[in-house]
T-cell receptor, first 116, second 114 residues
Framework: DAMVIQNPRYQVTQFGKPVTLSCSQTLNHNVMYWYQQKSSQAPKLLFHYYDKDFNNEADTPDNFQSRRPNTSFCFLDIRSPGLGDAAMYLC???????????????FGSGTQLSVL | GNSVTQMEGPVTLSEEAFLTINCTYTATGYPSLFWYVQYPGEGLQLLLKATKADDKGSNKGFEATYRKETTSFHLEKGSVQVSDSAVYFCALSDLGQAGTALIFGKGTTLSVSS
């Protein structure tokens, strides 16, 4: 049974039209992460939530926002998608902060975003 | 800054061949090292990990040894199967950078034919 669920699997949006990607988890984990993975590149961390605390990476563009209304759900909002934002977006969870406890991350299957 | 470098793919092998996927890293402090695997249509899954120098991580016939002197964490398997076809990601986390999640390499695609 999937424990980290991302919907939809494929998302198509228009240049400049806001889009929201969703992630839910059944693991009751404290930490939720969003990664961006462009073709043939390494997954790049955008931000993460530790419980309700939001932690933005220094080089994440302002165009990317996130919401975590409760433990189970986390959303990635792209306010004005550009062509360069087309990528696979990966959601992941960990019980606690991985860097502190070496806990593994659990990943969803990803949402492939296309921008027309 | 911290980084991970993996060998370029794709790697194409016949069933029962020996596999090596090279991974080297640059990090301050003493990172933990990981290999994640992504099967077609699925999310990334932890394959194995090592938390200190000379540790060997192993799982499903795969092994990797944390080599501090060469800053490497090469993935090996003695006899690959078609079901091992996937993308393999080397990653590190660094205890010296609280709040930082995993840093990944670009991934190496493995294709095994029967």
């Amino acid at each position: 049974d999937a424990m980290v669920i991302q919907n939809p699997r494929y998302q198509v949006t228009q240049f400049g039209k806001p889009v929201t990607l969703s992630c839910s988890q059944t693991l009751n984990h404290n930490v939720m992460y969003w990664y961006q993975q462009k073709s043939s590149q390494a997954p790049k961390l955008l931000f993460h939530y530790y419980d309700k605390d939001f932690n933005n990476e220094a080089d994440t563009p302002d165009n990317f926002q996130s919401r975590r209304p409760n433990t189970s759900f986390c959303f990635l909002d792209i306010r004005s998608p550009g062509l360069g934002d087309a990528a696979m977006y990966l959601c992941a969870t960990s019980r606690d902060k991985g860097v502190l406890t070496n806990e593994k991350l659990f990943f969803g299957s990803g949402t492939q975003l296309s921008v027309l | 800054g911290n980084s991970v470098t993996q060998m370029e793919g794709p790697v194409t092998l016949s069933e029962e061949a020996f596999l090596t996927i090279n991974c080297t890293y640059t990090a301050t402090g003493y990172p933990s090292l990981f290999w994640y695997v992504q099967y077609p249509g699925e999310g990334l899954q932890l394959l194995l990990k090592a938390t200190k120098a000379d540790d060997k991580g192993s799982n499903k016939g795969f092994e990797a040894t944390y080599r501090k002197e060469t800053t490497s964490f090469h993935l090996e398997k003695g006899s690959v199967q078609v079901s091992d076809s996937a993308v393999y990601f080397c990653a590190l986390s660094d205890l010296g950078q609280a709040g930082t999640a995993l840093i990944f390499g670009k991934g190496t695609t493995l294709s095994v034919s029967s």
